[in-house]
T-cell receptor
Framework: DQQVKQNSPSLSVQEGRISILNCDYT??????FLWYKKYPAEGPTFLIS?????DKNEDGRFTVFLNKSAKHLSLHIVPSQPGDSAVYFC?????????FGTGTSLTVIP | DSGVTQTPKHLITATGQRVTLRCSPR?????VYWYQQSLDQGLQFLIQ???????AKGNILERFSAQQFPDLHSELNLSSLELGDSALYFC???????????????FGQGTRLTVV
């Protein structure tokens, strides 16, 4: 049962443009969400988070938006840079585990 | 550097064999989580230990087992290995036993297991 879903396995954008990565969840009890970034041969690293009491959280070029009614969150990267090319996972911690999506592989084309 | 150490980084073994993966959590973290990432798959939760005790089980096969020692390092034992067990195995750690608002997990670099 995939409680956190990322329906786009891959995304390609031009350098300087906006990258939008999407994530959907099914469990209305989730109240905190994280985005992780993963480079090949490395472990995932924390990128940005958002609490369910907010609908937006911004950190530099990265902004996460949360739409609780739609059970949907998105990560915006503006402007996209080649170094942003990685796999991005959304996650929701609850209870005793972190529920992860399947990831979206972002390629930023120079 | 996340502070989570996993060894070995790479492991190649034959079907039917048994291997042990090791994880040292971040200093101060009491919880250790094990995840499996197969090709084109997301991070599948296997098991969580908190301060030496098993706290939660995910999709962990009976051929797999884990433990957390008094010094808080953890080992994941994989036995009777099959070709399909080839994957990246990640260990993560966090401070508390339950997770939720404000909790992050810190990941190690993973162990790439190849079963031939």
């Amino acid at each position: 049962d995939q409680q956190v879903k990322q329906n786009s396995p891959s995304l390609s954008v031009q350098e300087g443009r906006i990258s939008i990565l999407n994530c959907d969840y099914t469990n209305s009890m989730f109240d905190y969400f994280l985005w992780y970034k993963k480079y090949p041969a490395e472990g995932p690293t924390f990128l940005i988070s958002i609490s369910s009491i907010k609908d937006k959280n911004e950190d530099g070029r990265f902004t996460v938006f949360l739409n609780k009614s739609a059970k949907h969150l998105s990560l915006h990267i503006v402007p996209s840079q080649p170094g942003d090319s990685a796999v991005y996972f959304c996650a929701a911690p609850t209870g005793n585990q972190f529920y992860f999506g399947t990831g979206t592989s972002l390629t930023v084309i120079p | 550097d996340s502070g989570v150490t996993q060894t070995p980084k790479h492991l190649i073994t034959a079907t039917g064999q048994r291997v042990t993966l090791r994880c040292s959590p971040r200093s101060g973290d009491l919880s250790v989580y094990w995840y499996q990432q197969s090709l084109d798959q997301g991070l599948q939760f296997l098991i969580q230990y908190y301060n030496g005790e098993e706290r939660a089980k995910g999709n962990i096969l009976e051929r797999f087992s884990a433990q957390q020692f008094p010094d808080l390092h953890s080992e994941l034992n994989l036995s009777s290995l099959e070709l399909g067990d080839s994957a990246l195995y990640f260990c993560a750690s966090s401070v508390g036993g339950r997770v939720g608002y404000g909790t992050e997990a810190f990941f190690g670099q993973g162990t790439r297991l190849t079963v031939v």
